[in-house]
Nanobody, 120 residues
């Protein structure tokens, strides 16, 4: 079992930045870690994911603006979000699954989420 706790959400104006963090309850060295988001009335969507060795994948909406990173020594994952837009408003959730990120965006372990609100 892996427990995940997100932090760093908040309210910002359009064009601003936020850095989200996700702390895992155990060693996640060989886990794929991901960030998802879900806005009211919309389906949950994958935003970014990172392999144990640092390889990354981004959703089109995140490319060029968001950066996912991980610190395996601290069992943490971060999502740096720049140039935020009102459409980025959502609950952001951290997720984990064992081994590779390749293939589907199905994950086994989920955090409770942290709210991000971007005003115009």
């Amino acid at each position: 079992q892996v427990q995940l706790v997100e932090s760093g959400g908040g309210s910002v104006q359009s064009g601003g930045s936020l850095r989200l963090s996700c702390a895992a309850s155990r060693d996640t060295d060989y886990y794929c870690m991901g960030w998802f988001r879900q806005a009211p009335g919309k389906e949950r969507e994958g935003v970014a994911r990172i392999e144990w060795n640092g390889g990354t994948t981004y959703a089109e909406s995140a490319k060029g603006r968001f950066t996912i990173s991980r610190d395996n020594a601290k069992n943490t994952v971060h999502l740096q979000m720049n140039s935020l837009k009102p459409d980025d408003t959502a609950m952001y959730l951290c997720a984990a699954r064992r081994f590779s990120c390749s293939g589907s965006w199905d994950f086994n372990y989920w955090g409770q989420g942290t709210q991000v609100t971007v005003s115009s």
